[in-house]
């Protein structure tokens, strides 16, 4: 039986497509079951209702606080009886509340080499700061900012004369690799969060994450 994933997205929804176009393989052991975005008319949406999978846009403008808007996000998620809740994309600060109801079952991709360069502008930051290597971590959700266990990097060259475009094309293309194979290992439940740890076939992975150098 599939697992069944519920993906948060805000936008354009690239690594949306990569899990959608994984999950067309019969052999692969997800589905997703709802797609939900806090901005209405974002091409996430579309993709979604192309590939007929449940969507809907709750947009954070119509509640008072952060508080009450991950409350009702989570009533939202909950009538689709996920296994694995996805950000992919998702331009929100979560709650504490919020992160305990999905602890162990939340994932996120952030676009830099964990822990360097949590938060904004990431691609800008690495060349600012003279790196030639650059990337991407998959991990999971914890209450600090961008602060969970890795589970997965991919790391990018960083080019004299590259922009933050140049870059951040590089790191999307490793992005739409390595996020639908995390999902696949916590699909066939290879892949678990211990404590303060991402687990993936009984192995407490390092800093960097599985494969790491």
């Known amino acids: 039986m599939s697992s069944k994933i519920v993906v948060l997205i805000s936008g354009g929804g690239t690594n949306l497509q990569a899990i959608i176009d994984a999950c067309a393989d019969n052999n692969y052991p997800a589905e997703v079951v709802g797609v939900i975005s806090n901005k209405e008319d974002v091409y996430g949406l579309t993709r979604a209702q192309n590939a007929d999978i449940a969507n809907l846009a709750l947009s954070h403008k119509a509640f008072d606080s952060r508080e009450d808007y991950d409350q009702a996000l989570i009533k939202k998620i909950d009538a689709f009886d996920a296994d694995l809740i996805v950000l992919a994309g998702f331009m929100r600060i979560l709650t504490p509340d919020f992160v305990q109801h999905y602890q ?45 266990p890795v589970i997965l990097q991919a790391k990018v060259p960083v080019f004299e004369g590259d922009n933050s475009d140049d870059l951040a094309a590089r790191v999307h293309e490793q992005e739409h690799r390595i996020y639908p194979l995390v999902v696949k290992w916590f699909a066939e439940k290879r892949l678990n969060m211990q404590g303060d740890n991402a687990v993936l076939d009984g192995n407490v992975l390092p800093i960097s994450g599985y494969a790491a150098d």
Do not use: C, M, W
């Open 104 to 148: 162990g079952k939340l994932l996120n991709i952030h676009p830099s080499l964990l822990p360097k360069y949590q938060g904004l502008n990431t691609h800008q930051r690495a060349i600012d700061a003279g790196d030639d290597v650059h990337g991407v971590s998959v991990h999971f959700v914890t209450e600090e900012l961008d602060g969970g």
